[in-house]
């Protein structure tokens, strides 16, 4: 037998062991239940609309940016000495399976740069705080949290618009022109409502142990290798993966994650949910157990 044939063979023999029919179904639905967590969790502005000219009406909602640059929700401007940000954000019924009526908002914005930048942010036309970003001589990160709203209502929609004027490295000396080699990024900007962070963490919690379970059962979907970079499997992963008990493991990976009441956290019944959390580990110790002899205390 050639080294082709050999090739061809063995990746029949990689495609058997990690796409069986019974652990893609079972992978594939666990999959789903993960992208339905991360969607519930999900408050970050996905894109923005940006001016490097400065209208004094940017800030009103009636205000026309259609002919403005449209952003992805992270990116750069350098060397700016104006610029302007605009975003529509509307307010879900729920998050983490809590009604969002009647709750603080918060918006928290990430940010990295290099020189001085002073601000306002707007929201609905009112302007809600001045602020500066102070990065220094080398590139800092900073995080700031701005009040949305005390008390939101539910489908409530904010026109959030951001002014920020390049003051240079040394704000002391007037500037016509930005300093070159100034610039911010904003990394990312997301709505925070902290009377729901206790369930938010419990629901980041259940969809971190989704995924290291997907990673260490070997359930996550590998991209095709080439025929000629694939290597043998070893004896005793072969052994392992085929195994009664490990493939009880995936079984019972499966049922624990099927657990998860995700439908009640989107209709906002957060105490059904917290009731699948408790089955979704009770059903998890089979994995929790024998993730243990593979680990260093």
Known sequence: ??????????????????????????????QKIISQL??????????????????????SPGYDDSQWESKPRSFNSREKKIT????????PSYYAGLPTEGQEAL??????????FTGQIYSNGQRIQNFTLDFGNSSRTITKSFPLAK???????????????????VPLLTQKKPEPGTYFRLQQAQLVYPQATAAANKLKKCLLDLKLGLQFLDL??????????????????????????????????????????????????????????????????????????????
């Open 220 to 297: 996550v979907p590998q991209p095709p290798v080439p025929s000629h970079r694939l290597r043998p499997l070893s004896p005793q992963y072969r052994q392992r993966i085929n195994s009664s008990d490990f493939k009880k493991l995936v079984k019972a990976f499966s049922k624990a994650a099927s657990r998860l009441d995700v439908a009640a956290l989107q209709q906002g019944n957060y105490d059904r949910f917290e009731e699948s959390i408790k089955k979704f580990y009770y059903d998890l110790q089979p994995v929790i157990k024998y993730a243990k002899n593979f680990s260093i205390y």
């Open 38 to 59: 991360k969607s519930i969790l999900e408050t970050r502005i996905q894109s923005w609309k940006v001016t490097y000219e400065d209208h004094k009406e940017s800030f």
């Open 84 to 91: 302007w940000l605009r975003s529509q954000v509307n307010i």
């Open 1 to 30: 037998m050639n080294k082709y044939c050999r090739s061809f063979y063995l990746f029949l023999l990689v495609l058997l062991l990690t796409f069986s029919p019974l652990v893609a179904q079972e992978a594939t639905q666990i």
């Open 107 to 116: 918006l928290e914005i990430t940010w990295q740069g290099l020189g001085i």
């Open 151 to 169: 008390a939101i209502s539910s489908h409530d929609s904010y026109l959030i618009a951001i002014r920020l004027e390049n003051k240079g490295r």
